[in-house]
């Protein structure tokens, strides 16, 4: 048996039953209006979907350049902050830099000093790296600004370097300057009798004095004129002879320093003194007219003018 192919007017009906009830439902399709409308539906919903894709897109990249424009602005500040935090440092590094030349000087330095050769130098800064750090739109070279902060973080260490050669050094100046005899041993003492060639009342004819006489009642205190270490004393002497009762302090940088014609000495030998320390009483023991303090200074094994030492 065939069947009948359902030619265009052919309907399609669909009954719709329920075995419990007796109720029955029924609907008629017209085939080419079922297929023209699936079709059209088909169509529509595609242009929706394509719509909607499109429109989502859209609204995607506008936010996504909004988000973009945002992100540069952000950075754009954020260049720009950092090239005044750039400008602020070199401007400080300067300072730095001529503090450091201001301290060299001070301590003693300079730039053919062994010491600060031996550090490497910073390296110089060269316009185009300069320039990098200006901030010209959008057009920004980060890799020249960040060897601009390289070449000033190496001027800050190279700078900090010499510092810290520069606080050992006054460390050293400091205990030389400790031990350089600079005060006027007695206090208040006149010169009575002064360094070089003289009339000796003794012998009444011209020698050569080895120091100062400095007026000192008797028994007036009489002080290291530098640290040192106490190298000599003579408490046992002769009747008018000599320096009498004597002090001898070793500096340990060339210079000693002697006190004599002392009434009574307060140290010995092998002690370490500091300035101002009592070293003993002033008097007239030895070849003395009278109480008073004789005071040498001797650099490397010469007399040196006492009075040009004395700062006070």
Not at 2 to 21: A, N
Request: charged letters at 25%; a neutral charge; glycine letters at 6%.
């Amino acid at each position: 048996m065939k069947l009948k192919k359902p030619d265009k007017h052919d309907k399609i009906r669909l009954i719709f039953f329920s075995t419990k009830e007796s109720e029955i439902r029924q609907f008629e399709f017209n085939l080419r209006r079922l297929v023209f409308v699936t079709m059209i539906t088909t169509a529509v919903m595609g242009m929706i979907f394509v719509g909607s894709v499109t429109i989502c897109n859209n609204l995607y990249q506008d936010n996504t350049n909004e988000n973009l424009r945002k992100t540069n602005a952000f950075l754009k500040d954020q260049v720009v902050n950092l090239h005044d935090h750039i400008e602020k440092l070199n401007e400080k590094v300067v300072l730095l830099e001529e503090d450091t030349e201001d301290l060299e000087v001070l301590v003693g330095l300079s730039s053919t000093d062994s010491t600060i050769q031996s550090n490497a130098a910073p390296p110089l800064l060269t316009d185009e790296v300069f320039m990098a750090a200006m901030p010209l739109d959008y057009e920004y070279k980060t890799d020249k600004m960040a060897e601009y902060l390289n070449a000033l973080e190496s001027r800050i260490k190279h700078a900090l370097n010499i510092q810290t050669i520069i606080e050992d050094k006054f460390i050293q100046n400091k205990k030389e300057i400790k031990r350089f005899p600079s005060i006027r041993p007695v206090e208040g003492g006149r010169v009575t009798d002064g360094f070089g060639n003289r009339r000796d009342p003794f012998i009444e004819r011209v020698k050569h004095h080895n120091g100062l006489d400095l007026s000192a009642r008797y028994g007036t205190k009489v002080f290291a004129a530098a640290s040192g270490v106490v190298e000599f004393t003579r408490t046992r002497y002769r009747l008018n002879t000599g320096y009498g009762k004597v002090v001898i302090i070793n500096h340990d940088n060339g210079y000693k320093t002697l006190y004599g014609h002392l009434a009574n000495i307060t140290v010995k030998p092998g002690q370490k003194v500091e300035r101002w320390d009592v070293l003993g009483l002033s008097g007239d023991t030895g070849r003395a007219t009278g109480p008073h303090l004789h005071y040498e200074v001797w650099y490397n094994g010469k007399p040196e003018n006492p009075e040009n030492y004395i700062l006070n």
